[in-house]
């Protein structure tokens, strides 16, 4: 019985997240894509919850489809381009030549994923993918990437700052 | 259970979409939110392989791509809008000064 409900909730998720991600490419105004962006963030949150990762589901709605996002919101805003300056797509040779790359990555992982078929799912611990659980991974095994994470965000706040101002 | 190879087609899937976005796509900010699609789908990747390890290793994987793809994020768009600046466009095929024959 419990698996059939996770089943239909992958599926359900599934289906909106590909749809919402076509919606992105598929959109020709910038606005109309980061909404849709915002709706793939929030089913692909779902999908994290099914695969028990409580906490980067979390922090893919607060980083990702808040944070990240407004940011984007606001630089469309800022720039209010006008359809003019949308400009012209790709050729359609560039387009199909895109879509075959695309169709065949996704056949050479198809292939691979066949492989992993027979793998049995292990078990898990109760308190798998919680805070806590994460963090104290994040805070003995993974102490010096994680430091490093807060140099790198430091480096990206000046540089963006840097970057985006007309006089410092 | 969902099936792992469920899991890694529909990010193989996902991970196309962002591709073909990137390749057709000629809007600087549209690209960068395909880019997002794309370390998105290396996300579900890592997690759902965690899952079935059984392992949060994954997890903290997963949650340096999100640290890192904001800091992507800020400095991209950081970029874009200096280059609107000087140049009234977020075209990128209206921006080719590196390019050799241009």
């Known amino acids: 019985m419990n698996v059939t409900a996770e089943l239909v909730a992958f599926a359900i998720f599934a289906t909106l997240l590909l749809a919402s991600a076509i919606g992105v490419i598929y959109a020709r105004s910038p606005m109309y894509a980061a909404m849709s962006l915002v709706a793939a963030f929030v089913f692909q949150a779902g999908l994290y919850v099914l695969l028990s990762a409580h906490l980067l589901a979390f922090m893919q709605i607060l980083v990702y489809a808040g944070a990240v996002m407004v940011l984007f919101l606001f630089v469309i805003m800022l720039l209010s381009l006008g359809d003019a300056s949308l400009g012209e797509e790709r050729q359609k040779g560039m387009q199909v030549l895109g879509a075959l790359g695309a169709i065949g990555l996704v056949a050479l992982v198809a292939g691979a994923a066949r492989e992993v078929l027979a793998l049995e799912p292990s078990t898990v611990a109760a308190d798998f993918g919680t805070v806590k659980a994460v963090g104290r991974v994040l805070f003995t095994q993974y102490l010096l990437p994680f430091e490093a994470t807060s140099i790198l965000l430091l480096v990206a706040i000046v540089g963006a700052v840097v970057v985006a101002k007309e006089k410092i | ?102």
């Open chain 2, 1 to 102: 259970m969902v099936p792992l190879s469920a899991y890694l087609l529909l990010a193989a899937i996902l991970f196309g979409i962002g591709l073909i976005g990137v390749i057709i796509k000629r809007n600087a900010l549209i690209v960068m939110m395909c880019v997002e699609l794309m370390l998105n789908a290396a996300n579900l990747t890592f997690l759902a392989f965690a899952r079935q390890q059984g392992s949060v290793g994954g997890h903290a994987t997963a949650f340096f791509i999100i640290a890192v793809a904001a800091a992507e994020a800020a400095v991209g768009l950081a970029i874009v809008i200096a280059i609107y600046r000087t140049r009234d466009t977020v075209n990128m095929d209206e921006i080719r000064e590196l390019r050799e024959d241009a």
